[in-house]
């Protein structure tokens, strides 16, 4: 069965590092997301992305973080200079269209 | 702005006792409704959908759920619930309309099962 991948898994940074996490979307996917989860509370969205563009984003998602699909496979997020608040675990998604929303396992990103 | 209630935040049942998760929207149209699954350290894993048709949608590991729109509810159940069912569950909505897709998810329930 077609899965969404994530890398890496755990990411430790310090503060005011620059990161980049990855995700293959499934193949045949339009649409890709990247949704957030601080620890103990619920998954927000951040942003979505089709045809080489963002088409939503929430409020979260402020100059500090960047999204891009550089090949035909790869799509990340890109947080330019992490603050502790940004530890959280990211979760990629992909879907086709109007259909449920495929995840990947996450990357827990730990800012210390 | 859509939004999603899950009133309760940790359950416990007994080993092959019944279940019933709660789940609450607010929401301008119909919406497409989903519950997931997200046990200790892993990924978000889709247990059912509602698009439309039959309010009563089956999912995987034996699990139901029923969309009732006077009520703006869309209630998880499970008749005999497996140890293994212990994780957290999460009740999502997303537009069921052109365009961006995205979820907006409750805070979630943590299910715990006593043997």
């Known amino acids: 069965e077609p899965e969404v991948t994530q890398t890496p898994s755990h990411q430790v940074t310090q503060m005011g590092q620059e990161v980049i996490l990855r995700c293959v979307p499934i193949?045949?996917?339009?649409?890709f997301y990247w949704y957030r989860q601080i620890l103990g509370q619920k998954v927000e969205f951040l942003v979505s992305?089709?045809?080489?563009?963002?088409?939503?984003k929430s409020e979260i998602f402020d100059d500090q973080f960047s999204v891009e699909r550089p090949d035909g496979s790869n799509f990340t997020l890109k947080i330019r200079s992490t603050k502790l608040e940004d530890s959280a675990m990211y979760f990629c998604?992909?879907?086709?269209?109007?259909?449920?929303?495929?995840f990947g396992q996450g990357t827990r990103l730990t800012v210390v | 702005a859509q939004s999603v209630t899950q009133p309760d935040i940790h359950i416990t049942v007994s080993e092959g006792a019944s279940l019933e998760l709660r789940c609450n929207y607010s929401?301008?149209?119909?919406?497409?409704l989903f519950w997931y699954v997200q046990s200790p350290g892993q990924g978000l894993q889709l247990l059912l959908k509602y698009f439309s048709g039959d309010t009563l949608v089956q999912g995987i590991k034996g699990f139901e759920a029923e969309f009732k729109r006077s009520q703006s509810s869309f209630n998880l159940r499970k008749p005999s619930v497996h140890w293994s069912d212990a994780a957290e569950y999460f009740c999502?909505?997303?537009?069921?309309?052109?365009?961006?897709?995205?979820?907006?998810f409750g805070k979630g329930t943590k299910l715990s099962v006593i043997p």
């Open positions: 998604a992909s879907t086709a269209g109007p259909t449920e929303a495929f």
């Open positions: 999502a909505v997303g537009p069921a309309g052109a365009g961006s897709y995205q979820l907006t």
């Open positions: 929401y301008g149209a119909t919406p497409y």
């Open positions: 992305f089709y045809n080489n563009e963002i088409s939503e």
């Open positions: 193949s045949n996917h339009l649409y």
